[in-house]
């Protein structure tokens, strides 16, 4: 594992998790065409890391980028975006690909997004070196968004969480996992997770959405994801913790009633859609004992927050609903 991107608490801070202090790490204009640059993966790669980017250009037209980096913070984002071949289909039609999330099983780096076929849904690709891509088929009907893969195979079937949707800007959602032999056939959809009740954890009572590729620890997978509540003011994004079954990623152990990070910071209440914290990536080292998470703030630049692994998942369990 490469040495992941960290800074210490701040001294003060009470909070589970913390902000990089000269947050953004990505600001909205990295590249010479984009309006805005969020809602992105990253994992490591070679002896630094690579990532795809969601990069808005100033037709408002959105795509996905490849780009690299050495330690995680400053990054080198393609000018053009990710040119896909023919994976597992020759259809590959897309009207728009947006919030990417990327994990490596076996031997390739698969990728998720939203994909625009006829409304929005999970399109599916791979890259052996971030250079090369292809396209598969996708993985469901339209309407769907957050389509996230877990790591590893369950029980020998690919798995990957989605949140079946609308057409519009949601205004409602739960999570669920679906399983496949291929990467092409995708069945066996099972509720994992819905939306709470106003008073028992406001924050997530309107629509929920998986945010990084789960994470593999003693007591099962722990998930990352968003939340929203739809205020006077319009949606507010937040992000939460659960703990999934190992075996049954449709089983819930364990699921924060309080969130773990929400919009505080400047770059999370201002921008193109304000009040929005949204976690597409993290990276882990179990050995040293820390989380970074890579998080779309207000829908236009890139933030990054830490917290020591254990303590996250402490707090998962200690303040469940």
């Not at 984009?34 to 037209?61: E, H, L, M, T, W």
């Not at 980096?69 to 994976?87: L, R, V």
Request: aromatic share 14%; charged share 20%.
């Amino acid at each position: 594992m490469n040495t992941i991107p960290w800074q210490e608490k701040p001294d003060g801070c009470t909070d589970v998790m913390w902000r990089y202090a000269s947050n953004p790490i990505i600001k909205r204009d990295a590249i010479p065409t984009s309006n805005s640059i969020f809602n992105s993966a990253v994992v490591p790669f070679k002896d630094g890391y690579a990532g795809v980017f969601r990069c808005d250009n100033k037709a408002v037209q959105m795509n996905i980028f490849a780009g690299f980096s050495k330690d995680g913070i400053h990054w080198d984002i393609n000018h053009q975006p990710i040119n896909f071949g023919e994976g597992n289909t020759s259809m590959i039609e897309s009207d728009y690909k947006y919030d990417p999330r990327v994990t490596f099983i076996e031997d390739r780096y698969w990728i998720t997004w939203c994909n625009g076929y006829h409304g929005p849904t999970i399109g599916i690709g791979y890259t052996f070196d971030f250079k090369e891509f292809f396209q598969c088929e996708n993985a469901f009907l339209p309407f769907n968004r957050n389509g996230v893969l877990f790591p590893e195979k369950i029980d020998g079937k690919y798995a990957m969480l989605s949140r079946p949707s609308d057409n519009g800007h949601t205004p409602f959602g739960d999570i669920y996992v679906s399983f496949s032999p291929d990467m092409k056939y995708w069945g066996e959809h099972r509720c994992v997770m819905k939306v709470t009740p106003f008073p028992e954890s406001a924050w997530q009572c309107t629509k929920i959405g998986a945010g990084p590729i789960p994470i593999p620890i003693e007591e099962g997978w722990l998930m990352l994801y968003h939340g929203v509540i739809h205020t006077c003011n319009g949606f507010r994004y937040s992000m939460g913790a659960a703990i999934l079954d190992k075996n049954n990623p449709s089983k819930v152990t364990y699921r924060t009633k309080p969130y773990l990070l929400a919009p505080q910071e400047i770059y999370e209440c201002v921008g193109d859609v304000p009040n929005v914290v949204f976690p597409c990536a993290a990276l882990h080292s179990v050995e040293e004992d820390k989380l970074a998470v890579y998080y779309g703030a207000a829908d236009t630049v890139v933030g990054l927050a830490f917290g020591k692994l254990s303590e996250v998942i402490a707090f998962t369990k200690e303040n469940s609903i």
